[in-house]
């Protein structure tokens, strides 16, 4: 997988580059100091995945991102941990706090791996099926998956896609967060973000910005945390 770097901090993009250059099937294209420096880059090459910076003289990179092709990742790599909502918004793959430990960056690495292979396969067509009590049909990648409700542990929107989670597997089809929503028991399944759909029933534990469901956080969004919490956290909290 082909990336850049955006990042108006030299020091920041050598760490990035190093980052990189230890971890296996990326190659570094381009690195930039600003979104405005690599446009003309991106607009004449294609571009698999983008580490971006946020906080940036001009334009910044949450602005910038909501104008990068759909058919390019973007991880984001910044010191604020105060945008990482926001980031979801704009389909990020994944946000890394600096400075970024090998690890964690292998980790977000391996995610957009996970996604462009699915990506690639044909979605076309893809749609829900049958509904049915505790499960639906979803046809993805020229199959038919049986999805049970219960092993469903979140759905993601990201791009023109949904990529649900369960307990097994990842399950990927062509189909906008609302239109899924809209399938799924309303006592079982709630939007935490414009980006997350949760099964409240693997909520591991929550706090003000954020449900952990096994080793995923999942950003809860403001304008969904009001709804969240009272009918879904508050009213189950037990009392002395």
């Known amino acids: 997988m082909n990336c850049i770097i955006i990042d108006d901090e030299p020091l920041a993009r050598e760490a990035i580059e190093m980052l990189i250059n230890q971890t296996d099937n990326l190659d570094l294209i381009g690195s930039f ?8 880059f991106m607009e004449s090459n294609t571009v698999e995945l983008v580490f971006l910076d946020i906080q940036m ?3 910044n990179g949450i602005e910038f991102a909501r104008s990068i092709p ?3 990742f973007v991880i984001f790599t910044t010191a604020y941990s105060e945008f990482a909502t926001d980031s979801y918004e704009v389909d990020a793959i994944d946000y890394l706090i600096k400075p970024v430990k090998l690890e964690r960056f292998k980790k977000a690495v391996e995610k957009a791996h996970t996604y462009s292979k699915l990506f690639k396969a044909d979605y076309a067509n893809n749609k829900i099926e ?3 009590d505790d499960f639906f049909f979803v046809k993805a990648d020229r199959r038919i998956f049986k999805v049970y409700f219960n092993s469903i542990l979140f759905i993601q929107g990201l791009k ?4 649900m ?3 097994n597997q990842k399950v990927i089809t062509a189909m906008n967060i609302k239109t899924i ?4 028991p309303k006592d079982m399944f709630v939007r935490v973000s ?9 909520i591991g534990s929550v706090d003000n910005n954020t449900v952990y469901i096994g080793t995923n956080e999942i950003p809860i969004g403001s304008i969904y945390r009001d709804y969240f919490f009272s009918e879904f956290v508050t009213k189950k909290i037990v009392g002395r």
Not at 181 to 184: I, K, P, S
Not at 194 to 202: D, G, L, M, P
Request: with cysteine; hydrophobic share 25%.
């Open 33 to 40: 100091n600003s979104p405005e420096t690599a446009t003309g």
């Open 57 to 59: 003289p001009g334009i």
């Open 70 to 72: 759909k058919e390019t």
């Open 130 to 132: 049958q509904v049915a």
């Open 160 to 163: 023109d896609y949904v990529v």
């Open 165 to 167: 989670h369960t307990e």
């Open 181 to 184: 929503c809209d399938q799924l």
């Open 194 to 202: 414009k980006s997350y759909v949760i099964n409240v029933k693997h």
